[in-house]
């Protein structure tokens, strides 16, 4: 099955080590239990085709976990959202998971990429990341 347009239209993204494996974790949990099925395989096929690095060496225009991202979504509609795990998300407190259509679409990304995604409704959408704040420490 095809989750995504074909390899050389999808931008580049690179994921933090340690992250790589929380997230590997976190979908294939949900996979096996049945949650969230269409996003798990697509945040999968998403840290299967990035670059890992060291966390260290992670930019911090990066999006990763807890940071903050300014993004459009199909050209117009802008939005702010920290990208949390599924425990943490809070609409109303503009906090996004990473299972997803959105949050599985933003992972790794940087200011100025664009990625394609398909909405829970079926329909497609463009996202473009605009600015990304690393996470504050502790988080």
């Known amino acids: 099955m095809t989750f995504h ?6 931008p580049k993204i690179v994921i933090g ?4 494996s929380r997230l590997t974790a976190l979908a294939t949990s949900a996979l096996l239990v049945g949650r969230a099925e ?3 395989r ?4 998403e840290i299967e085709r990035a670059d890992l690095m060291p966390d260290a060496e992670l930019p911090e225009t990066v999006v990763r976990m807890n940071a903050r991202v300014d993004f459009e979504i199909d050209d ?3 939005r702010e959202a920290e990208l949390v795990f599924p425990g943490d998300a809070n609409i109303d407190a503009g906090k996004i998971s990473v299972l997803t259509p959105i949050g599985a679409a ?3 990304l940087s200011p100025g990429q664009t990625m394609s995604l398909k909405g ?3 329909r497609p959408h463009k996202l473009r990341v605009i600015s990304v704040r690393p996470p504050q420490p502790g988080a």
Do not use: K
Not at 42 to 45: A, G, I, T
């Open 120 to 122: 829970m409704d079926g």
């Open 38 to 40: 269409y996003v798990a």
């Open 17 to 20: 080590e340690r992250e790589e």
């Open 5 to 10: 347009p074909p390899t050389n239209s999808l």
């Open 76 to 78: 117009g509609e802008r």
């Open 106 to 108: 933003l992972i790794g």
């Open 42 to 45: 697509v945040l999968l096929s």
